[in-house]
C-alpha cells in the first residue's frame, strides 16, 4: 500500500503552515494526540511517510513516544521531525535519532525545504530496510538463516585448508519464558545471545553466526584442538547463565565437524541440530558432537514429537502405581504416581523415551498437570467409596519449578477434589534444586506452609548434597539402591548409606530406599533403621486396579528372617524413647555407643557423663573419633579389644591414657559389650571409667620400688630451682652432706633436667618468684606430665600469706618453708616429707 500519511502529533493549536504545506504535496494529514500515537503508529506503519511532533512540552513528556521509535526496527524508515519553541532541547531530541528540529516561529520556505529531504530520506530506507530486512532478523538484528547461509558458505570456500565446526543451540523450553514472563522478556533474552556472538566476532578470526528462528541459533567457527570446541561450549553456557532471569537459560549445544569443507551448509546444519538433539537431561551435559548413529535416534523423537498433543488429548497416558512399604510393619504405606504411555501404534512407550523430550520441549508441564489432576481424582473416588487412603507422590519437573503460578495450580487442584494437601505428596530430583535454588527454596517453603510433604529423590547423586539439605527444607529423601552399585570401593557405599540413613534420623527425616530388588538388600536397610521401602522386591509399578485389589486384601509381604542373634534392634539405636536410650540416660557411668568397621573406631552415641569426661559439647561429639590422642601401642591395645569382641561378640577389656594438647592427660579403662552388626559395621556399647588417680598411685608405688632396687647405697637426689644465686648456695651447703643436689637457675631450665632425668631425682625445692616462668606456672606444666607428675615439692618462698599456702598446697606440694632459712628447721621438715612418702608408699604396698 502507498504511503501516503503523514502523521501529526500534536497538543498545540495547529498552524496553518505545516496543515497547508502537508495537504499542498498531496499527503493525508492525520492528528493524534500523544497518548493515542503509539497505538496508531502501530496499525498504520505501513502508510505513514512523515512523523511531525508540534508541541511546547518539555522532552520528559515524550520519552516514552520516542524510546519507542528509537528501538523500533519496523519504525526506522520513518523519519521524525520536531517543532516546538524549546530550541535548547534540540540535543536532547536529536539523541533519540529524531530526522530534523525546527524551532518556532516556522518559515514557510524552511519548513517547505525540511519536509521535502526528510520524505525523501523516507523513500531511501524504505529500500534500505527492505535489503536490511532480507538479510537481518528483526528481532536480534543479526543474520537470519538464509544469509548466515550464505556468508558461511563463502567463509568455507576462502579457507579450504583450515578446520571448521558448525553449532546449533537453542534454549531448553524457551517457550516457557514467553508463558511465564511474556514475549518482550523472551525478546531480550533473544537480544542478550545476539549480543554475545557478535563479541565471539571480536574474539575468533574466522566466524559466521545468524539468527535461524525462535529460539535457534547458529555459527561457525575455526578450531585447532577439540578441547578448544569445549571450551567455547562452556563458555557459551556459561555467558547464558548469568541472564538476570529467575528461570534456567540453558542451552543445548549441538557441533558437527566439517570434514570437508565443500558439504553443502544445510546438511552440516543438520548435523548439528541431530546433535544438540542428543545431549543428556543431566543439566551438567550441555553439549554434544555429532555422530552417524544418531539418525535413527533423531526419527524416534520425532515420532514422539509428532503425537504426543493427540495422545494427552485422547488419555492415551496412564498412570501406574508403585506401591511403598513399611518395614517395620510390612505393609503398604502409600506409592508413587508412574506414567506410561499406551499408543495404539507401539503399545507401551517406556518413560525413559518420551519423558527427556518433553522435558526439554517444555511439554511435561502439560503431562505434569495431567498426572496431578489425575490422581487427585483417583483419591477423591478413594474417599468417595470409602476405601483404604494412602498418600500417593507425584513428580515435579524442573521446568514446573520455574513457574511463578505453581502453587496457585498445585493448591486449586486439592482444593477442586477436597483434599488434604498431606495425601499428595510432591517429589522433586536432586538436580532440580541445582538450578535456582533461592528460587526452589521459595517454591518449597510455600508449598510446605500450605501443608504438602516435599520428597527429595534421588538424594546423594549430585554434587551438593548436603549443602542443599542445609538450605532447602524437605520431609522425606529417597535414595535409589543403584547408589551402592556405582561404588567401585567394596562396602564404602552400604557405610555411606547408612550414615546418610543416620544423619536422616538426627534431622527428623523420613528416609524412602527405591530400587530395592533382593532379600539381602532388605536385610541390609533394616540392619541400619531404614523404614520405608520401594522396589521389585515388594511389587513393581501396577496398574490401579490392581492397587486398588491388593489394599482391599490388606496385603503384607514376608520378611527375610532377621538375626536372631540381635537383641537390639537397629531401631533402637538411634530411638530416643527405646530401653537402650533409657539406660543411656540413667547410668552415671560414662557409656558409649562405637561404630567398628575392621579398620575405624568411630563414636555414634554418649550419654552426658561421657562428654563429661571428655569434656566434648553435647551432639558435636556424635563423630568424634577418639583415639587420635592416643600412643600408638594403647592404639593397638583399643584396636584388639573392638576386633575381639567383633569376632567372637562377647566382651573384652582394656585401658589407655588420653593426652589432649590442653588439659592433663586421662586413664581411661574400657569394658566392651557387643550390640549387633550394622551395614558392615559392628556396633558396640562400651563402658568407660576415668582410672587416673589409681594409676598415679601405682606409677608413685613403681618409681619408689625403682629407687629402691637402684639406690640402695647411693644418697637421694635434691633439685633446688631458685634464680638467686645465694639462696641456691646456702640451701646446696645444707643438704650437700646428706643427699645429692642439682641446682637450675630457672623454671625452664629445670624441665630440662627432669626430662633428662626424672628417674634419678627424689625431691625439688621451688622458689616462687622467677623470671619468664615463675614457680606456679612450673606445678601446672609439671602436673601434666605424667613422668614427673608424682615427684614431691618443697616450696621456698617469702610470701606468707594463708591463701598462697592454701592454693599451693591444693596443688599437691608437700610442704612450704618461708624465707630466711633455719637450717637445723629445713633439714627436719626436708627429713619428714621423706618419711611421709616411704609411710605412704608402705601403706599402698600393704594394699596391694
Same mark, same amino acid.
Given at each position: 500500500?502507498?504511503?501516503?500519511?503523514?502523521?501529526?502529533?500534536?497538543?498545540?493549536?495547529?498552524?496553518?503552515?505545516?496543515?497547508?504545506?502537508?495537504?499542498?504535496?498531496?499527503?493525508?494529514?492525520? =492528528?493524534?494526540?500523544?497518548?493515542?500515537?503509539?497505538?496508531?503508529?502501530?496499525?498504520?506503519?505501513?502508510?505513514?511517510?512523515?512523523?511531525?511532533?508540534?508541541?511546547?512540552?518539555?522532552?520528559?513528556?515524550?520519552?516514552?513516544?520516542?524510546?519507542?521509535?528509537?528501538?523500533?526496527?519496523?519504525?526506522?524508515?520513518?523519519? =521524525?521531525?520536531?517543532?516546538?519553541?524549546?530550541?535548547?532541547?534540540?540535543?536532547?531530541?536529536?539523541?533519540?535519532?529524531?530526522?530534523?528540529? @525546527?524551532?518556532?516561529? @516556522?518559515?514557510?520556505?524552511?519548513?517547505?525545504?525540511?519536509?521535502?529531504?526528510?520524505?525523501?530520506?523516507?523513500?531511501?530506507?524504505?529500500?534500505?530496510?527492505?535489503?536490511?530486512?532480507?538479510?537481518?532478523?528483526?528481532?536480534?538484528?543479526?543474520?537470519?538463516?538464509?544469509?548466515?547461509?550464505?556468508?558461511?558458505?563463502?567463509? =568455507?570456500?576462502?579457507?579450504?585448508?583450515?578446520?571448521?565446526?558448525?553449532?546449533?543451540? *537453542?534454549?531448553?523450553?524457551?517457550?516457557?519464558?514467553?508463558?511465564?514472563?511474556?514475549?518482550?522478556?523472551?525478546?531480550?533474552?533473544?537480544?542478550?545471545?545476539?549480543?554475545?556472538?557478535?563479541?565471539?566476532?571480536? @574474539?575468533?578470526?574466522?566466524?559466521?553466526?545468524?539468527?535461524?528462528?525462535?529460539?535457534?541459533?547458529?555459527?561457525?567457527?575455526?578450531?585447532?584442538?577439540?578441547?578448544?570446541?569445549?571450551?567455547?561450549?562452556?563458555?557459551?553456557?556459561?555467558?547464558?547463565?548469568?541472564?538476570? %532471569?529467575?528461570?534456567?537459560?540453558?542451552?543445548?549445544?549441538?557441533?558437527?565437524?566439517?570434514?570437508?569443507?565443500?558439504?553443502?551448509?544445510?546438511?552440516?546444519?543438520?548435523?548439528?541440530?541431530?546433535?544438540?538433539?542428543?545431549?543428556?537431561?543431566?543439566?551438567?551435559?550441555?553439549?554434544?558432537?555429532?555422530?552417524?548413529? $544418531?539418525?535413527?535416534?533423531?526419527?524416534?523423537?520425532?515420532?514422539?514429537?509428532?503425537?504426543?498433543?493427540?495422545?494427552?488429548?485422547? *488419555?492415551?497416558?496412564?498412570?501406574?502405581?508403585?506401591?511403598?512399604?513399611?518395614?517395620?510393619?510390612?505393609?503398604?504405606?502409600?506409592?508413587?504416581?508412574?506414567?506410561?504411555?499406551?499408543?495404539?501404534?507401539?503399545?507401551?512407550?517406556?518413560?525413559?523415551?518420551?519423558?527427556? #523430550?518433553?522435558?526439554?520441549?517444555?511439554?511435561?508441564?502439560?503431562?505434569?498437570?495431567?498426572?496431578?489432576?489425575?490422581?487427585?481424582?483417583?483419591?477423591?473416588?478413594?474417599?468417595?467409596?470409602?476405601?483404604?487412603?494412602?498418600?500417593?507422590?507425584?513428580?515435579?519437573?524442573?521446568?514446573?519449578?520455574?513457574?511463578?503460578?505453581?502453587?496457585?495450580?498445585?493448591?486449586?487442584?486439592?482444593?477442586?477434589?477436597?483434599?488434604?494437601?498431606?495425601?499428595?505428596?510432591?517429589?522433586?530430583?536432586?538436580?532440580?534444586?541445582?538450578?535456582?535454588?533461592?528460587?526452589?527454596?521459595?517454591?518449597?517453603?510455600?508449598?510446605?506452609?500450605?501443608?504438602?510433604?516435599?520428597? $527429595?529423590?534421588?538424594?546423594?547423586?549430585?554434587?551438593?548434597?548436603?549443602?542443599?539439605?542445609?538450605?532447602?527444607?524437605? *520431609?522425606?529423601?529417597?535414595?535409589?539402591?543403584?547408589?551402592?552399585?556405582?561404588?567401585?570401593?567394596?562396602?564404602?557405599?552400604?557405610?555411606? %548409606?547408612?550414615?546418610?540413613?543416620?544423619?536422616?534420623?538426627?534431622?527428623? %527425616?523420613? +528416609?524412602?530406599?527405591?530400587?530395592?530388588?533382593?532379600?539381602?538388600?532388605?536385610?541390609?536397610?533394616?540392619?541400619?533403621?531404614?523404614?520405608?521401602?520401594?522396589?521389585?522386591?515388594?511389587?513393581?509399578?501396577?496398574?490401579?486396579?490392581?492397587?486398588?485389589?491388593?489394599?482391599?486384601?490388606?496385603?503384607?509381604?514376608?520378611?527375610?528372617?532377621?538375626?536372631?542373634?540381635?537383641?537390639?534392634?537397629?531401631?533402637?539405636?538411634?530411638?530416643?524413647?527405646?530401653?537402650?536410650?533409657?539406660?543411656?540416660?540413667?547410668?552415671?557411668?560414662?557409656?558409649?555407643?562405637?561404630?567398628?568397621?575392621?579398620?575405624?573406631?568411630? +563414636?555414634?552415641?554418649?550419654?552426658?557423663?561421657?562428654?563429661? $569426661?571428655?569434656?566434648?559439647?553435647?551432639?558435636?561429639?556424635?563423630?568424634? #573419633?577418639?583415639?587420635?590422642?592416643?600412643?600408638?601401642?594403647?592404639?593397638?591395645?583399643?584396636?584388639?579389644?573392638?576386633?575381639?569382641?567383633?569376632?567372637?561378640?562377647?566382651?573384652?577389656?582394656?585401658?589407655?591414657?588420653?593426652?589432649?594438647?590442653?588439659?592433663?592427660?586421662?586413664?581411661?579403662?574400657?569394658?566392651?559389650?557387643?550390640?549387633?552388626?550394622?551395614?558392615?559395621?559392628?556396633?558396640?556399647?562400651?563402658?568407660?571409667?576415668?582410672?587416673?588417680?589409681?594409676?598415679?598411685?601405682?606409677?608413685?608405688?613403681?618409681?619408689?620400688?625403682?629407687?629402691?632396687?637402684?639406690?640402695?647405697?647411693?644418697?637421694?637426689?635434691?633439685?633446688?630451682?631458685?634464680?638467686?644465686?645465694?639462696?641456691?648456695?646456702?640451701?646446696?651447703?645444707?643438704?650437700?652432706?646428706?643427699?645429692?643436689?642439682?641446682?637450675?637457675?630457672?623454671?625452664?631450665?629445670?624441665?630440662?633436667?627432669?626430662?633428662?632425668?626424672?628417674?634419678?631425682?627424689?625431691?625439688? $625445692?621451688?622458689?616462687?618468684?622467677?623470671?619468664?616462668?615463675?614457680?606456679?606456672?612450673?606445678?601446672?606444666?609439671? =602436673?601434666?606430665?605424667?613422668?614427673?607428675?608424682?615427684?614431691?615439692?618443697?616450696?621456698?618462698?617469702?610470701?606468707?600469706?594463708?591463701?598462697?599456702?592454701?592454693?599451693?598446697?591444693?596443688?599437691?606440694?608437700?610442704?612450704?618453708?618461708?624465707?630466711?632459712?633455719?637450717?637445723?628447721?629445713?633439714?627436719?621438715?626436708?627429713?619428714?616429707?621423706?618419711?611421709?612418702?616411704?609411710?605412704?608408699?608402705?601403706?599402698?604396698?600393704?594394699?596391694?
Amino acid at each position: 500500500m502507498k504511503k501516503d500519511i503523514v502523521m501529526l502529533i500534536t497538543d498545540t493549536s495547529i498552524k496553518s503552515i505545516i496543515l497547508e504545506n502537508i495537504i499542498k504535496d498531496g499527503f493525508i494529514p492525520y =492528528l493524534v494526540c500523544i497518548s493515542q500515537a503509539p497505538e496508531f503508529l502501530k496499525h498504520t506503519v505501513t502508510q505513514i511517510i512523515l512523523i511531525i511532533i508540534d508541541t511546547d512540552k518539555s522532552i520528559t513528556e515524550l520519552t516514552p513516544f520516542l524510546t519507542l521509535y528509537n528501538n523500533a526496527i519496523e519504525y526506522k524508515s520513518i523519519p =521524525l521531525i520536531i517543532t516546538t519553541s524549546n530550541w535548547q532541547e534540540e540535543e536532547s531530541y536529536l539523541n533519540y535519532s529524531v530526522w530534523d528540529f @525546527i524551532a518556532k516561529p @516556522i518559515k514557510n520556505c524552511v519548513f517547505q525545504l525540511r519536509v521535502k529531504n526528510a520524505i525523501q530520506h523516507s523513500n531511501f530506507t524504505l529500500t534500505d530496510k527492505l535489503l536490511y530486512l532480507s538479510n537481518y532478523d528483526p528481532v536480534s538484528g543479526i543474520y537470519n538463516k538464509r544469509h548466515f547461509f550464505a556468508v558461511t558458505r563463502k567463509l =568455507l570456500n576462502d579457507h579450504p585448508n583450515k578446520n571448521f565446526a558448525i553449532f546449533y543451540f *537453542d534454549i531448553q523450553r524457551f517457550r516457557l519464558i514467553n508463558a511465564f514472563f511474556g514475549r518482550r522478556e523472551g525478546d531480550n533474552v533473544i537480544k542478550y545471545i545476539a549480543a554475545h556472538l557478535q563479541q565471539y566476532q571480536m @574474539i575468533f578470526p574466522y566466524f559466521s553466526y545468524g539468527h535461524m528462528s525462535g529460539d535457534v541459533f547458529s555459527f561457525c567457527v575455526s578450531f585447532n584442538t577439540h578441547d578448544q570446541l569445549v571450551a567455547l561450549s562452556n563458555k557459551l553456557y556459561n555467558n547464558l547463565e548469568t541472564y538476570p %532471569l529467575p528461570f534456567a537459560i540453558q542451552p543445548r549445544i549441538g557441533i558437527s565437524l566439517i570434514e570437508d569443507n565443500k558439504t553443502d551448509i544445510n546438511i552440516l546444519f543438520d548435523q548439528a541440530v541431530l546433535a544438540s538433539k542428543n545431549c543428556s537431561t543431566n543439566y551438567l551435559q550441555h553439549f554434544c558432537f555429532y555422530e552417524n548413529s $544418531m539418525n535413527d535416534k533423531s526419527i524416534e523423537e520425532q515420532y514422539v514429537v509428532n503425537n504426543m498433543k493427540e495422545a494427552l488429548e485422547n *488419555d492415551q497416558f496412564i498412570i501406574y502405581l508403585q506401591p511403598k512399604y513399611d518395614l517395620r510393619t510390612n505393609t503398604i504405606d502409600g506409592a508413587e504416581a508412574l506414567v506410561r504411555w499406551n499408543n495404539p501404534e507401539q503399545g507401551l512407550i517406556s518413560p525413559n523415551v518420551f519423558i527427556p #523430550i518433553f522435558e526439554h520441549n517444555g511439554f511435561i508441564v502439560n503431562l505434569d498437570f495431567y498426572i496431578w489432576d489425575q490422581v487427585c481424582k483417583l483419591l477423591r473416588r478413594w474417599l468417595d467409596e470409602g476405601r483404604p487412603i494412602y498418600p500417593i507422590s507425584v513428580n515435579i519437573s524442573r521446568v514446573d519449578l520455574f513457574n511463578p503460578k505453581l502453587v496457585d495450580t498445585i493448591c486449586a487442584l486439592v482444593n477442586k477434589y477436597n483434599l488434604s494437601p498431606k495425601l499428595l505428596q510432591l517429589e522433586l530430583t536432586e538436580s532440580a534444586y541445582t538450578s535456582n535454588p533461592q528460587l526452589i527454596k521459595k517454591r518449597m517453603a510455600s508449598l510446605r506452609e500450605k501443608g504438602f510433604t516435599i520428597l $527429595m529423590d534421588d538424594f546423594g547423586t549430585g554434587y551438593s548434597s548436603l549443602n542443599m539439605l542445609k538450605d532447602i527444607i524437605v *520431609d522425606i529423601l529417597k535414595i535409589d539402591m543403584r547408589f551402592l552399585s556405582d561404588c567401585e570401593i567394596p562396602g564404602r557405599g552400604e557405610n555411606i %548409606l547408612g550414615s546418610i540413613v543416620r544423619m536422616a534420623k538426627w534431622l527428623d %527425616l523420613l +528416609v524412602i530406599v527405591e530400587g530395592v530388588e533382593t532379600a539381602e538388600q532388605v536385610n541390609f536397610l533394616r540392619s541400619i533403621g531404614c523404614e520405608y521401602v520401594q522396589g521389585y522386591y515388594f511389587s513393581k509399578p501396577i496398574s490401579i486396579g490392581d492397587f486398588e485389589t491388593l489394599i482391599a486384601k490388606k496385603s503384607t509381604f514376608i520378611p527375610p528372617p532377621p538375626d536372631t542373634n540381635q537383641t537390639i534392634s537397629a531401631d533402637d539405636v538411634w530411638n530416643t524413647t527405646s530401653q537402650l536410650e533409657s539406660l543411656f540416660s540413667n547410668m552415671l557411668q560414662a557409656m558409649a555407643l562405637y561404630e567398628f568397621d575392621g579398620t575405624n573406631i568411630e +563414636v555414634l552415641r554418649g550419654n552426658d557423663t561421657y562428654h563429661a $569426661m571428655f569434656g566434648y559439647q553435647e551432639a558435636a561429639t556424635i563423630r568424634h #573419633i577418639f583415639i587420635d590422642v592416643i600412643s600408638d601401642s594403647d592404639y593397638e591395645n583399643i584396636w584388639n579389644a573392638f576386633h575381639k569382641v567383633a569376632s567372637n561378640h562377647q566382651k573384652a577389656e582394656c585401658e589407655f591414657c588420653r593426652k589432649p594438647k590442653n588439659g592433663n592427660p586421662k586413664w581411661i579403662n574400657m569394658k566392651l559389650k557387643y550390640i549387633r552388626k550394622m551395614a558392615k559395621k559392628d556396633i558396640i556399647l562400651v563402658n568407660l571409667c576415668d582410672i587416673t588417680s589409681q594409676k598415679i598411685m601405682e606409677m608413685e608405688v613403681l618409681k619408689y620400688r625403682t629407687a629402691l632396687a637402684s639406690k640402695e647405697n647411693t644418697p637421694q637426689t635434691i633439685l633446688i630451682i631458685d634464680d638467686a644465686e645465694v639462696n641456691r648456695t646456702i640451701l646446696s651447703n645444707i643438704f650437700k652432706g646428706d643427699f645429692h643436689v642439682l641446682q637450675a637457675t630457672d623454671a625452664k631450665g629445670a624441665l630440662c633436667i627432669l626430662k633428662n632425668h626424672n628417674s634419678l631425682i627424689d625431691l625439688i $625445692m621451688l622458689d616462687l618468684v622467677m623470671p619468664e616462668m615463675d614457680g606456679i606456672t612450673f606445678l601446672e606444666r609439671k =602436673l601434666t606430665i605424667p613422668e614427673i607428675a608424682g615427684i614431691p615439692v618443697i616450696v621456698i618462698t617469702a610470701d606468707d600469706s594463708p591463701q598462697q599456702q592454701n592454693r599451693l598446697l591444693e596443688m599437691g606440694i608437700k610442704d612450704y618453708i618461708v624465707k630466711p632459712f633455719v637450717p637445723a628447721i629445713l633439714q627436719q621438715r626436708v627429713k619428714n616429707v621423706f618419711e611421709s612418702i616411704k609411710y605412704y608408699n608402705n601403706k599402698l604396698e600393704k594394699i596391694k
